[in-house]
């Protein structure tokens, strides 16, 4: 039996694999803090469950926010179950690039005081096959990484942890080549790395999608032409000096739609993955969905939105 919700309340998605004892201490806080504002709070680790609650008609009604207690992983899968519902993120992860971004609190009481606030700002988000993203979708030798460190993950990430799907892509990856397609152009851009921005926010402070603005409707796309492991490391190099758009093996462009195909299918699939998760492989259309989701900002309703 569905418990129905008749008054303001929090829905929390907490990702058991994510943030450390000291971490889930800012859970307890955001409880309290919600609770003292008169705002019941509902935790889940278990998705189904936070689904079946805010599916019931009434408690749908009265739901405030859904809070993604994890990293961007949380958060990516939260806004594609619940795409209609404001979100609230308490970074609980690695990265942890939205949060970064909005400039949003890492303590639990200081985020609970925000959405007590109710002060929301909407932003662009992505589709890519049907699936949202609100950071980076990206397909060749970054995709490859994430897909190799989803298969060998076992608990909570670090840094380091990124470290032998990085060697291993380094060794083996093939770089197969892509064709991309922007808006109504139909003649395509060749390259072995297409990174697809949202927002610009990317792991290991690269500096890919410089251009993005949050609520512009529009993705910049980076494509890397050249692939080999010298060149990887290069372009790395290049993306975290913030230098790569001087290169002339990189193209960096706005679009609102882009299509990416391979190009031969003999030189291997091209792995593609969405806000640092797998996301299955090449082909792939992504829009972008301008305004399309809300999120808790700090006071002033800019949070660390640009632009």
């Not at 949380?74 to 209609?84: A, F, L, S, Y």
């Not at 909407?122 to 096959?129: E, P, S, V």
């Not at 291997?268 to 640092?276: A, E, H, L, T, Y």
Request: charged content about 25%.
């Amino acid at each position: 039996m569905t418990v129905r919700m008749t008054s303001p309340w929090v829905a929390i998605q907490r990702n058991p694999r994510s943030g450390s004892g000291s971490r889930r201490r800012e859970l307890v806080d955001l409880c309290s803090t919600l609770r003292g504002h008169k705002i019941t709070p509902r935790l889940f680790s278990v998705r189904e469950e936070l689904d079946l609650r805010v599916s019931e008609p009434t408690s749908r009604e009265h739901v405030v926010a859904v809070v993604a207690a994890g990293g961007d992983g949380t958060v990516v899968d939260v806004v594609n179950r619940h795409p209609g519902l404001p979100l609230a993120v308490l970074p609980m992860g690695t990265e942890n690039l939205l949060a970064r971004f909005l400039d949003l609190p890492h303590s639990g009481r200081e985020l609970g005081e925000l959405i007590a606030e109710g002060c929301t700002r909407r932003i662009d988000t992505g589709r890519a096959n049907g699936q949202l993203f609100t950071l980076v979708a990206s397909g060749g030798f970054d995709a490859f990484i994430a897909h190799e460190l989803d298969r060998r993950r076992s608990g909570h990430i670090t840094h380091w942890t990124y470290a032998q799907p990085i060697w291993t892509a380094l060794r083996t990856y093939r770089y197969p080549r892509m064709h991309v397609y922007l808006d109504e152009n139909p003649e395509p851009i060749e390259g072995i790395e297409v990174m697809v921005s949202n927002l610009p926010a990317y792991g290991m402070r690269l500096k890919v999608g410089q251009g993005a603005r949050a609520d512009d409707g529009q993705f910049v796309v980076t494509v890397l032409q050249r692939g080999s492991a010298f060149q990887m490391v290069r372009y790395a190099i290049k993306l975290w000096r913030g230098t790569h758009e001087r290169a002339r093996d990189v193209r960096v462009m706005t679009a609102r739609r882009v299509r990416i195909t391979a190009v031969d299918a003999d030189e291997g699939p091209v792995p593609f993955q969405v806000d640092g998760d797998p996301a299955g492989e090449v082909p792939v259309e992504l829009e972008c969905l301008p305004g399309s989701l809300e999120v808790f900002v700090r006071g002033d309703g800019q949070g660390g939105l640009r632009g």
